[in-house]
């Protein structure tokens, strides 16, 4: 059985950092792609950043370029997001999820039950 | 680029129901449905327009013309009764988000 879980939440002043990390079991991480989505209190989805299978190709959102890190650590089937820079609106419920493909394609197969971040000061 | 849902729609048990997805992308690139019941994780229920993932119910059918994309509940049941979003990706990779619909199965 596939599961993903996110931990590394918590509450974080504006301009601080933070890192959320997502373990994987039943899969091998290496071979499929992952990403970070995040869904604001009482709002919709948004998607963050995925990363392929080897590592190798990284897209993010414009809302997060240039302040978060999306990486991952094969060996330990894990996925990493590195926050810096923090906004109030970043706040929300950060999900991983992973890909049947090694490439990055939207096809959201499995999810975790998501971390929350909170960003007030 | 950006995915227009209706905010909610209701039906009764047993009714069909259909929810539409529309934007210009959904011309070039596939469609996939979520559903998310409250306080959980979302659920992929279609993905490829109009292919269902193993262990998602006969009931769930997508299907696509021109630039809408509609997710189709035969029989809706009241545990059929969630959030669910519409998404599709852009040519450079970007995952876009319909707004969501509030389905009520009442």
């Known amino acids: 059985e596939v599961q993903l879980v996110e931990s590394g939440g918590g509450l974080v002043k504006p301009g601080g950092s933070l890192r959320l990390s997502c373990a994987a079991s039943g899969l091998s991480s290496s071979s499929f792609a992952m990403n970070w989505v995040r869904q604001a209190p009482g709002k919709g989805l948004e998607w963050v950043a995925s990363i392929s299978g080897s590592g190798s190709f990284i897209f993010y959102a414009d809302s997060v370029k240039g302040r978060f890190t999306i990486s991952r650590d094969n060996a330990k089937t894990s996925l990493y997001l590195q926050m810096s820079s923090l906004r109030v609106e970043d706040t929300a419920v950060y999900y991983c999820?992973?890909?049947?493909?090694?490439?990055?394609?939207?096809?959201?197969?499995?999810w975790g039950q998501g971390t929350l971040v909170t960003v007030s000061s | 680029y950006e995915l227009t849902q209706p905010s909610s729609v209701s039906v009764s048990p047993g009714q069909t129901a259909r929810i539409t997805c529309s934007g210009d992308g959904l011309t070039k690139k596939y469609a996939r449905w979520l559903q998310q019941k409250p306080g959980q994780a979302p659920l992929l229920v279609i993905h490829?327009?109009?292919e269902r993932p193993s262990g998602i119910p006969e009931r769930f059918s997508g299907s696509s013309s021109g630039t809408t994309v509609t997710l189709t509940i035969s029989g809706a049941q009241v545990e059929d009764e969630a959030d669910y979003y519409c998404?599709?990706?852009?040519?450079?990779?970007?995952?876009?988000f319909g707004g969501g619909t509030k389905l009520t199965v009442l």
């Open positions: 490829k327009d109009t």
């Open positions: 999820a992973s890909e049947w493909g090694s490439h990055p394609a939207g096809d959201f197969e499995y």
């Open positions: 998404y599709s990706t852009t040519d450079n990779v970007a995952v876009v």
